[in-house]
């Protein structure tokens, strides 16, 4: 007689020393356990085959009994408690990964712009096409398109973030700091003077165009007009001159690191 040796660890061998639910399969080493469990489970079960449907001509033996209502009841409350402890559990785990960060460090050990704020004018270049855009576009939209085409890149001297909206930081004197209001009239002064020195002189190229055709003319003045009543010292002109680099330059630090952000 060949006695065969029992192997501990085959799978049915596992499952026969627990109860298995009926529904899902899942097994429990407690009876106790399992009918608390199938309780959820037969409905969930019946509601996920379309067979448990809760309608107005049900009949009265259908329902699930007082009792069982009452231990479904308790089993939901049990789960309820154990899902906002685990929840409690991970929330502290969270707490204690969470790290401040200051933004200007960051900026410091991330961002190396190519040239100081200061030099920034040399690299904003106007073409006809700018004032041509000008024409059919407020000056602010126009400016930002100049800046994407000269500017606005990985390496520009000038920072924003999506969680500071009212807060742009430059690279001045090879550090980096807040945006004063001061630096940034100067900036946008001469930013101004040199799309208005390059209309002038589109002006004078497309003189005879402009004084034979009226509608161009007409358009040419206005435009001149509402450039003209722009002042880089008013705080709404300010404001908007931020709002318009700041959605452009935007940055988003929560997909950049994985920690509170300290302004």
């Known amino acids: ?34 009918d608390r469990h199938m309780i959820l489970c037969e409905v969930t079960h019946k509601s996920n085959n379309r067979k448990f449907v809760v309608e107005d001509d049900i009949e009265l033996n259908e329902l699930p009994s007082q009792k069982m209502l ?19 559990e991970v929330n502290k785990w969270v707490v204690k990964r969470k790290k401040n960060i200051n933004v200007l460090q960051w900026l410091k050990e991330n961002i ?13 270049h106007v073409t006809n096409a700018d004032i041509e855009y000008l024409l059919k576009n407020n000056y602010y939209d126009t400016m930002n398109e ?31 700091e807040p945006l004063k209001n001061e630096d940034l009239t100067k900036f946008m002064n001469y930013t101004f003077a040199n799309i208005y020195k390059h209309m002038l002189k589109w002006y004078q190229e497309n003189k005879e165009q402009i004084n034979g055709n009226e509608n161009m003319a007409i358009l040419y003045n206005k435009t001149i007009s509402k450039m003209t009543s722009i002042d880089f010292k008013e705080d709404n002109t300010i404001s908007r001159v931020k709002s318009c680099i700041h959605s452009r330059i935007k940055r988003d630090l929560k997909t950049l690191v994985e920690y509170e952000v300290e302004f």
């Not at 009452?70 to 409690?88: G, P, S, W």
Request: some cysteine; proline content about 3%.
């Open 1 to 34: 007689m060949n006695n065969k040796p029992i192997v501990a660890n085959q799978q049915n061998r596992i499952q026969q020393l627990s109860e298995c639910c009926i529904y899902c399969g899942k097994s429990y080493k407690m009876r106790k356990t399992l």
């Open 70 to 88: 009452y231990k479904m009841v308790i089993e939901l409350a049990l789960k309820c408690n154990r899902l906002e402890q685990k929840l409690d």
């Open 112 to 124: 190396i712009p190519e040239y100081n704020f200061h030099n920034i004018i040399e690299h904003i």
């Open 146 to 176: 100049i800046f994407v085409k000269t500017i606005y890149n990985d390496k520009i001297p000038i920072a924003s973030f999506g969680q500071k909206v009212t807060t742009i930081y430059i690279y001045k004197e090879e550090h980096w």
